[in-house]
T-cell receptor
Framework: DVKVTQSSRYLVKRTGEKVFLECVQDMDHENMFWYRQDPGLGLRLIYFSYDVKMKEKGDIPEGYSVSREKKERFSLILESASTNQTSMYLC?????????????FGPGTRLLVL | GNSVTQMEGPVTLSEEAFLTINCTYTATGYPSLFWYVQYPGEGLQLLLKATKADDKGSNKGFEATYRKETTSFHLEKGSVQVSDSAVYFC???????????FGQGTRLTINP
C-alpha cells in the first residue's frame, strides 16, 4: 500500500512565524501535491511538483512556497504565517502524469495561526 | 474553466436507506471523474473513478456512471451503513492539467 505521511497532525503557530510542513511518500511517485481544505470550499491546490526540484503553481499559491530536494519529500513553507492561513493542509502523490491517475493522500495537518 | 458542483450537505440518512449524492461538472476536453471519501480524522482516499463516457465506477457497494450528455457523475449506494458516515468529494482531472479539481464536499451521516 502507498503510504503518504505528514510531519504533524496539529500545529499552532503565531502570526509572522515561518512554518514548514513536511510530506513523505514511500512509493517512488513522480508527482506530489499540496492542497488546503476549508469548509464549503473543498480542496484547493496550492502547488504541485512533477519531478525533483520542479514545481508548478496551483490555484492559490500566494503566501506559500515549496521545496522538493528529494523525490520522496515535498515541503510546504509559509514564509510569514497569517491568520487566514489557518486551515487543514493535505499532501498527496501520484505515480505519474495522466488525467486518470489516482492521487494518494496523507492524513492532513491542521494548522492554527494565532 | 473546469469546475465541479456537488449536492449541498449535510445529508443525514437512516441505516439501509438509499443514497444519492449529485455531482455535475464543467470541463474542457474529456475529463476523468473521481469520487474520494474522507473518514473522520483521515485524509482522502479514492472510492471509485471513471475515465470515459458511459463508464461505471464501483467499489464497496457504491456506484457512479459517467454521463457525458448530462455532465454528471452521481454517487449511489443501495443500502448505506453507519460506517459510510464520511465526507464525499467529487473531482475531475483533464489531460494535460496535472491536477484534480474538487467539489466542495458533502458530509454524510448515517444513523443506526
Amino acid at each position: 500500500d502507498v503510504k503518504v505521511t505528514q510531519s504533524s497532525r496539529y500545529l499552532v503557530k503565531r502570526t509572522g512565524e515561518k512554518v514548514f510542513l513536511e510530506c513523505v511518500q514511500d512509493m517512488d511517485h513522480e508527482n506530489m501535491f499540496w492542497y488546503r481544505q476549508d469548509p464549503g470550499l473543498g480542496l484547493r491546490l496550492i502547488y504541485f511538483s512533477y519531478d525533483v526540484k520542479m514545481k508548478e503553481k496551483g490555484d492559490i499559491p500566494e503566501g506559500y512556497s515549496v521545496s522538493r530536494e528529494k523525490k520522496e519529500r515535498f515541503s510546504l513553507i509559509l514564509e510569514s504565517a497569517s491568520t487566514n492561513q489557518t486551515s487543514m493542509y493535505l499532501c498527496a502523490s501520484s505515480l505519474q502524469q495522466g488525467a486518470s491517475e489516482t492521487q494518494y493522500f496523507g492524513p492532513g495537518t491542521r494548522l492554527l495561526v494565532l | 474553466g473546469n469546475s465541479v458542483t456537488q449536492m449541498e450537505g449535510p445529508v443525514t440518512l437512516s441505516e439501509e436507506a438509499f443514497l444519492t449524492i449529485n455531482c455535475t461538472y464543467t470541463a474542457t476536453g474529456y475529463p476523468s471523474l473521481f469520487w474520494y471519501v474522507q473518514y473522520p480524522g483521515e485524509g482522502l482516499q479514492l472510492l471509485l473513478k471513471a475515465t470515459k463516457a458511459d463508464d461505471k465506477g464501483s467499489n464497496k457497494g457504491f456506484e457512479a456512471t459517467y454521463r457525458k450528455e448530462t455532465t454528471s457523475f452521481h454517487l449511489e449506494k443501495g443500502s448505506v451503513q453507519v460506517s459510510d458516515s464520511a465526507v464525499y468529494f467529487c473531482a475531475l482531472s483533464v489531460q494535460g492539467a496535472q491536477k484534480l479539481v474538487f467539489g466542495q464536499g458533502t458530509r454524510l451521516t448515517i444513523n443506526p
